[in-house]
């Protein structure tokens, strides 16, 4: 709702003017605020701070912010680069939310050129296995898996069982 929505900006705007680093989620969600809101300066801006860009919800929210700016081109650019980027297996590809091609669609229906062109690029990310059927709202509110190994999981455990062995034998003295 709007209130909400109020109070996420400024929580945002006191924490920049803090000097403190936002976390890309809540750079992200303030950018997919303001596209609800239709306040496509403010969802520029907050674009404009993400620094870790190889994200997929980064770029599919870029992809919505040009589209909203009327950069048509840009979009086209942005996922051509997706299409012929080069990546190892292991490392993840950038992926398009079904939901943000089918909005690019709608734009560019009204240019034959900018349509053929997005129609190439889509046949080619799906292709390469690079458009996804979760929507933004799902990526979104997707719980970040831990960043912790489970090497280092099973590591904790044993130090936590290995401090709890003396207390054991105090006990039993």
């Not at 209130?3 to 992200?28: F, H």
């Not at 297996?89 to 229906?109: D, G, S, Y």
């Amino acid at each position: 709702n709007l209130e909400s929505c109020k109070i996420s900006a400024k929580l945002l705007e006191e924490a920049q003017l803090k000097g403190d680093t936002l976390p890309l989620r809540a750079l992200c969600f303030a950018v997919a605020t303001a596209l609800k809101q239709n306040d496509v300066a403010q969802a520029k801006l907050y674009c404009s701070q993400i620094v870790k860009t190889e994200n997929k919800l980064y770029n599919n929210l870029k992809v919505l912010v040009q589209l909203r700016s009327g950069l048509l081109e840009e979009v086209i650019k942005i996922l051509e680069a997706a299409v012929e980027e080069d990546t190892s297996p292991f490392v993840k590809k950038i992926e398009f939310c079904e939901q943000v091609l089918a909005t690019a669609r709608e734009k560019m229906e009204e240019n034959p050129d900018l349509s053929a062109k997005l129609g190439d690029v889509y046949t080619k990310l799906q292709a390469s296995g690079r458009i996804t059927m979760c929507t933004l709202e799902d990526m979104l509110f997707q719980i970040p898996s831990s960043k912790k190994t489970p090497a280092k999981l099973l590591n904790q455990k044993q130090l936590g069982y290995q401090a709890a062995k003396p207390l054991r034998s105090n006990l039993l003295l």
